[in-house]
């Protein structure tokens, strides 16, 4: 299985991007994906997830109510809405995948040890 991400580029603080990650290979079953973004200097985060039946995501708390995670299993394609983006949502952005049916704890998916496949990421940035 491989994930690769795009759609990551510079805006200004207010604009809004869409990442995608697309999934290609064969996942042996049912699939968590997520996104997590690592800023200069700083260790990775979480920033969403969506389960593997679409019906549940997960923000962290510093972009709820600003980004989006979705999922088209028919494209095996995860997206991110980042909208009203400001300067400290400056990094690089990670798509990651499990594969897991089930619900779980919100800590589940924030936990980077939870994920089996990474994608090579892509950069935002924003400016003030």
């Known amino acids: 299985v491989q994930l690769q991400a795009s759609g990551g580029g510079s805006v200004q603080a207010g604009g809004s991007l869409r990442l995608s990650c697309a999934a290609s290979?064969?996942?042996?079953?049912?699939?968590?994906m997520a996104w997590f973004r690592q800023a200069p200097g700083k260790e990775r985060e979480f920033v969403a997830a969506?389960?593997?039946?679409?019906?549940?995501?997960y923000y962290a708390d510093s972009v709820k109510g600003r980004f989006t995670i979705s999922r088209d299993d028919a494209k095996n394609t995860v997206y991110l809405q980042m909208n009203s983006l400001n300067p400290e949502d400056t990094a690089f952005y990670y798509c990651?995948?499990?594969?897991?049916?089930?619900?779980?704890?919100?800590?589940?998916?924030?936990?980077?040890?939870?994920?089996?496949?990474w994608g090579q990421g892509t950069q935002v940035t924003v400016s003030s």
């Open positions: 990651a995948a499990v594969t897991r049916r089930g619900y779980y704890s919100y800590y589940y998916y924030t936990r980077e040890s939870s994920y089996d496949y």
């Open positions: 290979g064969h996942f042996p079953g049912s699939y968590v």
């Open positions: 969506v389960n593997w039946s679409g019906d549940s995501t």
